[in-house]
């Protein structure tokens, strides 16, 4: 790549995995980083995947081809007003944030459209921190870019170049019609995850019944409400206008589908799941958005001793590693006693095809 040094404010979930993946696909990169604890940039010196450590934003920086912001909106912003007397005039900016609006409105208050392109990688985890990062966190991710009208023709190419060496997809979007879509797909199902678990803990009795029945749906529909709150709520701040359109959409359907079942309305119904299961059905698994995907199968297995062992031992020999094992004691949504994670889409098919050898009853997600 022609960008020879980089820096990086924020050396969080996406800072850290992003760096690590230029570190593994460019050892030779020279890669600067300032993080407000010092514990993350130790463990990346250690780590050997940055070179230099900052505990302050000062003319260091000025050695940048280019500077990854990934801290929240607001420290991004007042990083931008040190770095703009720092950097030269060849040195792009960017940031990861998953609301673009803010940062660009800033950028254009700033003057700094010519050095300044958004980005949004669209992955993620439940988990944060450096010690969460991952150098294939972003493979196969949509990586959002949101251009300004200053932007030269080459700071895209290189930018999209960047992007492609990592693994990522590079998606060119108006950073308007980013907040927008993100909204619906993003972040309104964050706001759904948080109120339905606060829902089910509200209305559960002093045994925690529902607690302890909770499995299939409600941990699909949920997972994303152990993202970090935090992060949730500067982006409900971040993204206001966008985020309450959706949400008086989403009331909307909610108050629809309440009507129908009040009033019997079975046909509706049956048309409504059913255009809902087919949309459900096209969307590509491939590709992630916000959080990982989920590469599991389900399989029926005796209540007797050994039987997970003899499961794990057949996984073993097909040399197949196993993300996570789960004895399902609700089983609403798939059949299978037996709940097998795998860390990718062609470990798991392999599972299947081996225990159907040797028996096993399998039913694929």
């Not at 990854?68 to 940031?95: G, H, S, Y």
């Not at 300044?116 to 990062?133: D, K, Q, V």
């Not at 019944?209 to 409900?236: H, N, Y």
């Amino acid at each position: 790549m022609a960008i020879q040094t980089i820096g990086f404010i924020g050396l969080g979930l996406i800072g850290g995995s992003m760096a690590k993946a230029f570190r593994r696909v460019s050892p030779e990169m020279k890669i600067i980083a300032y993080n407000r604890s010092r514990e993350s940039l130790v463990e990346a010196l250690a780590d050997g995947i940055i070179n230099q450590a900052q505990d302050s934003l000062d003319e260091n920086f000025a050695a940048c081809d280019m500077i990854f912001l990934c801290a929240p909106v607001t420290v991004n912003i007042q990083c931008m007003k040190i770095l703009k007397a720092l950097i030269r005039p060849d040195c792009l900016l960017t940031d990861v944030g998953s609301v673009k609006s803010t940062i660009h409105e800033a950028v254009e208050e700033l003057g700094l459209e010519g050095q300044f392109i958004g980005g949004h990688p669209m992955t993620g985890s439940e988990l944060s921190g450096y010690a969460n990062a991952s150098d294939r966190l972003l493979e196969n991710a949509y990586y959002i870019l949101t251009p300004t009208r200053k932007n030269r023709p080459e700071q895209m190419v290189e930018y999209q170049a960047m992007v492609k060496a990592i693994g990522a997809i590079p998606l060119v979007l108006d950073y308007r019609d980013h907040d927008r879509a993100t909204a619906y797909i993003s972040h309104l199902p964050h706001l759904v995850a948080y109120a339905l678990v606060n829902l089910v803990k509200k209305s559960d009795n002093r045994a925690g019944l529902m607690k302890m029945l909770a499995a299939g749906g409600f941990k699909d529909v949920t997972r994303i409400a152990s993202s970090s709150p935090e992060m949730w709520q500067q982006i409900c701040r971040e993204n206001k206008t966008a985020l309450l359109e959706a949400l008086g959409e989403y009331q909307k359907a909610l108050s629809r589908l309440g009507e129908a079942v009040d009033r019997d309305k079975e046909h509706f119904l049956l048309e409504y799941f059913d255009e809902a299961r087919q949309y459900r059905s096209g969307l590509n698994a491939q590709y992630r958005s916000g959080v990982d995907p989920i590469y599991e199968i389900y399989l029926e297995i005796a209540d007797e001793p050994g039987a997970i062992a003899i499961v794990s031992t057949i996984l073993s020999s097909g040399r197949l590693s196993i993300k996570n094992l789960e004895i399902r004691n609700m089983r609403e949504v798939q059949s299978g006693a037996l709940r097998v994670e795998f860390y990718d889409g062609k470990a798991a098919n392999q599972a299947a095809e081996l225990l159907r050898r040797y028996g096993y009853t399998v039913y694929e997600r």
